[in-house]
């Protein structure tokens, strides 16, 4: 079992950066591929970004590439998304989540078994 904990969604303009974080407990964090999600209002939880085990590898939705980065720092244990030249369309709830079930990267969300209560990103224009 892990629990996540997330924080660091605040409310931004456009074009602003910034990260959000999401600290794991109760498994060894190396074993968890950890992802991060979205959901807007009205609209379905959409992948954003995956980490491998040791952050070796990578993947991310193609709206948010080369504006994003996903990171882990295994030594405390915690997940980070960096978000860069940020969009009104980029406003959602922000989700971390992690799987053991996975060895490589998780896109889909039926991939997951933890997930972190999520932190509101707000985007003004």
């Known amino acids: 079992q892990v629990q996540l904990f997330q924080s660091g969604g605040r409310l931004v303009r456009a074009g602003d950066s910034l990260t959000i974080s999401c600290t794991a407990s109760?498994?060894?964090?190396?074993?968890?591929?950890m992802g991060w999600f979205r959901q807007a209002p009205g609209k379905e939880r959409e992948f954003v970004a995956t980490?491998?085990?040791?952050?070796?590898?990578?993947e991310y939705a193609d709206s948010i590439k080369g504006r994003f980065t996903i990171s882990r720092d295994n030594d405390n244990n915690t997940l980070y998304l960096r978000m860069d030249s940020l969009e009104p369309e980029d406003t959602a709830i922000y989700y971390c989540?992690?799987?053991?079930?996975?060895?490589?990267?998780?896109?889909?969300?039926?991939?997951?078994?933890?997930w972190g209560q999520g932190t509101p990103v707000t985007v003004s224009s």
């Open positions: 109760g498994r060894t964090f190396n074993t968890v591929t």
């Open positions: 980490i491998s085990r040791h952050g070796f590898s990578s």
């Open positions: 989540a992690g799987t053991s079930r996975i060895f490589g990267l998780a896109r889909e969300r039926e991939d997951y078994d933890w």
